[in-house]
């Protein structure tokens, strides 16, 4: 309630409506005790109780209507965890449309306007052309803009490659261009005020014939787009642009005209105060233009090149008149004038809107017994010195009576009071080192002794879901709990209502995170389709023999530690909704050096690894352990590195491959195999069709041989590598995993039998790829030319050849080389 007037009126709730209640109360009464309790008169005591309990009710009523952001408030104002997470992490999402790239695009600094469009043959394929801001270093800005796309990008889409684009000379990407400019010049003959400042006047008609010339979209603050009108929703759709907002019908405007027009030009000159007349305006770009070269009326750009006004030629053709008298300035200021006004300004950038709570001291509660009469003997005032044994007796029962009320009443203030710490985003250090034991667990790894005790010493510091706090202000409370006033005074007093790792401690905590999830629109599956009980059963006797291991069954173990790990799922899944929900459809990086980890997942497959439970363990591959999870590969990005007119069935742009192994405890159970359908295929964005592949470990480490060498050739090509190295790097890559994808999808989909593959393309010969030690037999053009023998390879390792050294992985991870790290 912010008013600070009185009502006139009653409240409208009836948790702050003191006579409601207690005509509610009243009524229960005359229910249950209407044969032996008939005077409900102000004068009985149990109607003053009565009273006083519906007083407190309201005082709790009252503050259940203040702000979130006051139950949000810390005594201190410094909240050790995040309330909620802020705009910028829940509200943006990867750009969708060419505007949104554009914008995308215009928040990298250098930057004055872009084009944004689909290839004319391959409309999943994005074509950028970029104008620079004046003065700007293009290979730069052009490295810049090359990674912020690739780092935003969606699934299915990519830029223009090599063998897309015809003609291409490039050692980046093709489909980005950074555009060359050309020079224009203006004669012009201009009636100015007398009176106005000529170099000012002049300075603001050119900086107005530049905007219409070569415009720049500029970023405009929140209460400016406000004041227009655009609703708050529209402005925060799309990417998170720190340099401000971008009004729509700017956008629209087109960034290279095909034409330029002297009226509009005139028109443009006539709306500078202090310019009366334009007498005369034409246009040329010649550099020594001779009479014939200008022109008077309609003026045609060249196509794919940025138009530049030239200042200095202009002002050398231009004639300036006051009351008809021809007047002199200095050119070397007006220019310097039109420099300072065409400057790019500061940007507003875009400010989170914090919601600072008042601490309302929430917790704070005046027991029932401190509100009745002193004649009681309940309150402060403590019993009278001269009352009888028997009245004091009497009084004590009376104390040990309300007590209960009080008590309730006091959890109901704590429960509020700890709002903050029920609803703001889990403290991450606990979750991850939680999660990392029990992720262990999943990929069966062995726990020391050391891991045991972490785990449930972990288990003991899981955040309290029910507060409660004891009622310490009551007279001679020790008196009325004798042996109990210990337990109940102490710090621990939660445990006496809800024991760690109880079932009701699990039940609420995993209602919590489901309440914190569903503020995002997110929901997972709960632990009995997760299969979990199968997972964690075979740790039940190491767990159990441990110290500190509560006392329990074997049996409530493995059901606990089900719960216990759907909460984990749920806490870690919160913690990571600035990726999983806004940058849900968002593609990897591919030119990233960090070819795995975290850093370098797509969206969509961190968001199924979450929903399901699976360990983001992103270090190794699979085929070397015996963790859960699975790869995801684009058939729009298996074209690199082949002739767009022999594109291979595997590259078909709205086809996604899910590579997934057969053997973890969960994926051999058909019922979570079909989970994971029902999830890839309610996370994959609609136009895009997965296939899912299961395959054995041995089929496994033939696809991570392909795929890890395709992946670093990729990235050695497109960092480092000339024209004429393509064809060798990218295309021996792309037709190693193209043919391996293409045998899995043809003869086994969604079955596998490691008999009918024949291991042709793969031998024991080992050559360095990038980061990885790849064993290829056919593809020696992976292989680094002599000149570059030690190129990205800082440090190999190697498995001993079994008896049947083609089945066994031998992909080794090495350290990454520094001089391919992009992403800096």
């Known amino acids: 309630m912010n008013s600070l007037t009185i009502p006139n009126r009653g409240p409208t709730e009836t948790a702050q409506d003191f006579f409601a209640l207690r005509d509610q109360g009243v009524e229960l009464i005359q229910h249950l005790a209407s044969e032996t309790w008939t005077d409900h008169n102000l004068h009985d005591p149990g109607i003053t109780f009565l009273e006083s309990a519906c007083y407190a009710m309201t005082d709790l009523g009252y503050r259940l209507d203040f702000s979130v952001p006051d139950w949000m408030a810390t005594p201190d104002d410094t909240d050790e965890s995040l309330a909620f997470w802020g705009q910028p992490k829940v509200l943006p999402c990867e750009p969708v449309t060419a505007d949104d790239l554009r914008q995308l695009i215009l928040n990298v600094p250098g930057v004055r306007n872009v084009m944004a469009m689909p290839a004319p043959?391959?409309?999943?394929?994005?074509?950028?052309?970029?104008?620079?801001?004046?003065?700007?270093?293009?290979?730069?800005?052009?490295?810049?803009?090359?990674?912020?796309?690739?780092?935003?990008?969606?699934?299915?889409?990519?830029?223009?490659?090599?063998?897309?684009?015809?003609?291409?000379?490039?050692?980046?990407?093709?489909?980005?261009?950074?555009?060359?400019?050309?020079?224009?010049?203006?004669?012009?003959?201009?009636?100015?005020?007398?009176?106005?400042?000529?170099?000012?006047?002049?300075?603001?008609?050119?900086?107005?014939?530049?905007?219409?010339?070569?415009?720049?979209?500029?970023?405009?603050?929140?209460?400016?787009?406000?004041?227009?009108?655009?609703?708050?929703?529209?402005?925060?759709?799309?990417?998170?642009?720190?340099?401000?907002?971008?009004?729509?019908?700017?956008?629209?405007?087109?960034?290279?005209?095909?034409?330029?027009?002297?009226?509009?030009?005139?028109?443009?000159?006539?709306?500078?105060?202090?310019?009366?007349?334009?007498?005369?305006?034409?246009?040329t770009g010649a550099s020594e233009p001779s009479e014939q070269d200008w022109e008077p009326w309609i003026y045609p750009l060249q196509t794919n090149k940025?138009?530049?006004?030239?200042?200095?030629?202009?002002?050398?053709?231009?004639?300036?008149?006051?009351?008809?008298?021809?007047?002199?300035?200095?050119?070397?200021?007006?220019?310097?004038?039109?420099?300072?006004?065409?400057?790019?300004?500061?940007?507003?950038?875009?400010?989170?809107?914090?919601?600072?709570?008042?601490?309302?001291?929430?917790?704070?509660?005046?027991?029932?017994?401190?509100?009745?009469?002193?004649?009681?003997?309940?309150?402060?005032?403590?019993?009278?010195?001269?009352?009888?044994?028997?009245?004091?007796?009497?009084?004590?029962?009376?104390?040990?009576?309300?007590?209960?009320?009080?008590?309730?009443?006091?959890?109901?203030?704590?429960?509020?009071?700890?709002?903050?710490?029920?609803?703001?985003?889990?403290?991450?250090?606990?979750?991850?080192?939680?999660?990392?034991?029990?992720?262990?667990?999943?990929?069966?790894?062995?726990?020391?002794?050391?891991?045991?005790?972490?785990?449930?010493?972990?288990?003991?510091?899981?955040?309290?879901?029910?507060?409660?706090?004891?009622?310490?202000?009551?007279?001679?409370?020790?008196?009325?709990?004798?042996?109990?006033?210990?337990?109940?005074?102490?710090?621990?007093?939660?445990?006496?209502?809800?024991?760690?790792?109880?079932?009701?401690h699990l039940l609420r905590l995993n209602r919590g995170m489901e309440h914190l999830l569903a503020r995002h629109h997110e929901t997972v599956p709960d632990d009995s389709v997760l299969k979990y009980e199968e997972l964690f059963c075979h740790y039940s006797e190491v767990l159990l023999n441990h110290p500190d291991a509560p006392l329990m069954t074997t049996s409530q173990l493995n059901k606990r530690l089900a719960k216990l790990k759907c909460v984990v799922d749920k806490a870690l899944f919160i913690l990571d909704v600035p990726q999983v929900g806004p940058l849900r459809g968002q593609g990897h990086h591919y030119l990233n050096d960090a070819i795995w980890g975290e850093a370098n997942v797509v969206g969509f497959k961190y968001r199924v690894y979450r929903q399901l439970g699976l360990p983001v363990v992103m270090s190794k591959l699979l085929s070397a352990n015996n963790y859960e999870g699975f790869h995801c590969v684009e058939g729009t990005l298996l074209r690199h590195g082949v002739n767009p007119s022999n594109y291979p069935e595997t590259a078909i742009p709205h086809l996604v491959f899910i590579v997934l192994p057969n053997w973890p405890t969960r994926f051999q159970n058909t019922t979570f195999q079909e989970l994971i359908y029902q999830a890839v295929f309610e996370q994959l964005p609609a136009h895009l069709s997965p296939l899912l592949l299961f395959l054995d470990r041995a089929d496994m480490a033939i696809f991570e041989k392909a795929y890890c060498a395709w992946r670093n050739a990729m990235l050695?090509?497109?960092?480092?590598?000339?024209?004429?190295?393509?064809?060798?790097?990218?295309?021996?890559?792309?037709?190693?995993?193209?043919?391996?994808?293409?045998?899995?999808?043809?003869?086994?989909?969604?079955?596998?039998?490691?008999?009918?593959?024949?291991?042709?393309?793969?031998?024991?010969?080992?050559?360095?790829?990038?980061?990885?030690?790849?064993?290829?037999?056919?593809?020696?053009?992976?292989?680094?030319?002599?000149?570059?023998?030690?190129?990205?390879?800082?440090?190999?390792?190697?498995?001993?050849?079994?008896?049947?050294?083609?089945?066994?992985?031998?992909?080794?991870?090495?350290?990454?080389?520094?001089?391919?790290?992009?992403?800096?």
């Not at 704070?364 to 044994?389: D, F, K, M, R």
Request: charged share 20%; hydrophobic share 40%; glycine share 6%.
């Open 121 to 283: 043959l391959f409309p999943w394929l994005w074509r950028i052309s970029v104008i620079p801001e004046e003065g700007v270093d293009k290979n730069l800005l052009k490295g810049l803009v090359q990674q912020v796309f690739l780092q935003h990008r969606n699934l299915g889409e990519d830029l223009e490659s090599p063998t897309e684009s015809q003609g291409s000379t490039d050692t980046g990407l093709p489909g980005l261009q950074i555009l060359d400019s050309y020079d224009l010049i203006i004669r012009l003959k201009v009636r100015i005020t007398d009176g106005k400042d000529t170099v000012e006047t002049l300075a603001q008609l050119l900086a107005r014939f530049i905007a219409l010339i070569s415009p720049s979209v500029p970023f405009r603050s929140l209460a400016e787009l406000l004041a227009k009108g655009i609703s708050f929703e529209s402005l925060h759709t799309g990417p998170w642009l720190i340099r401000g907002y971008s009004d729509e019908n700017e956008l629209q405007e087109p960034v290279l005209k095909d034409t330029l027009y002297v009226s509009r030009l005139m028109t443009e000159g006539l709306a500078v105060e202090g310019v009366e007349q334009v007498d005369r305006l034409e246009i």
């Open 306 to 504: 940025a138009p530049h006004l030239n200042i200095e030629k202009t002002l050398s053709y231009m004639a300036v008149l006051k009351n008809g008298i021809s007047v002199s300035f200095s050119a070397n200021d007006v220019c310097e004038r039109v420099k300072e006004l065409m400057q790019p300004g500061i940007s507003p950038g875009r400010k989170v809107d914090e919601h600072a709570g008042e601490n309302r001291e929430l917790a704070n509660y005046v027991p029932i017994q401190h509100e009745l009469p002193v004649t009681y003997g309940v309150g402060t005032a403590g019993i009278a010195a001269n009352e009888s044994g028997q009245r004091i007796e009497q009084i004590r029962r009376l104390q040990a009576y309300l007590l209960f009320m009080d008590q309730v009443l006091t959890n109901q203030f704590a429960q509020l009071a700890h709002t903050h710490q029920l609803m703001c985003v889990p403290k991450a250090e606990l979750w991850h080192l939680l999660g990392g034991l029990l992720e262990k667990m999943q990929g069966s790894e062995t726990l020391s002794d050391a891991e045991v005790g972490a785990f449930w010493q972990l288990v003991s510091q899981l955040p309290a879901s029910h507060q409660s706090q004891s009622v310490d202000d009551i007279t001679d409370v020790e008196q009325i709990l004798t042996k109990s006033v210990a337990d109940y005074q102490s710090p621990d007093f939660n445990q006496l209502t809800e024991r760690p790792f109880g079932e009701k």
């Open 716 to 824: 050695f090509v497109y960092a480092n590598a000339h024209v004429d190295e393509r064809k060798t790097r990218i295309e021996a890559a792309a037709k190693v995993l193209n043919e391996c994808l293409t045998e899995f999808k043809n003869n086994r989909p969604y079955t596998i039998d490691p008999e009918d593959f024949q291991h042709s393309k793969i031998g024991d010969e080992r050559y360095p790829i990038g980061k990885f030690i790849i064993g290829y037999q056919s593809a020696a053009l992976l292989n680094y030319p002599p000149n570059d023998k030690d190129f990205g390879c800082i440090g190999q390792g190697a498995i001993n050849p079994g008896p049947n050294s083609v089945h066994d992985p031998f992909v080794i991870r090495v350290k990454a080389p520094n001089h391919l790290c992009l992403s800096n």
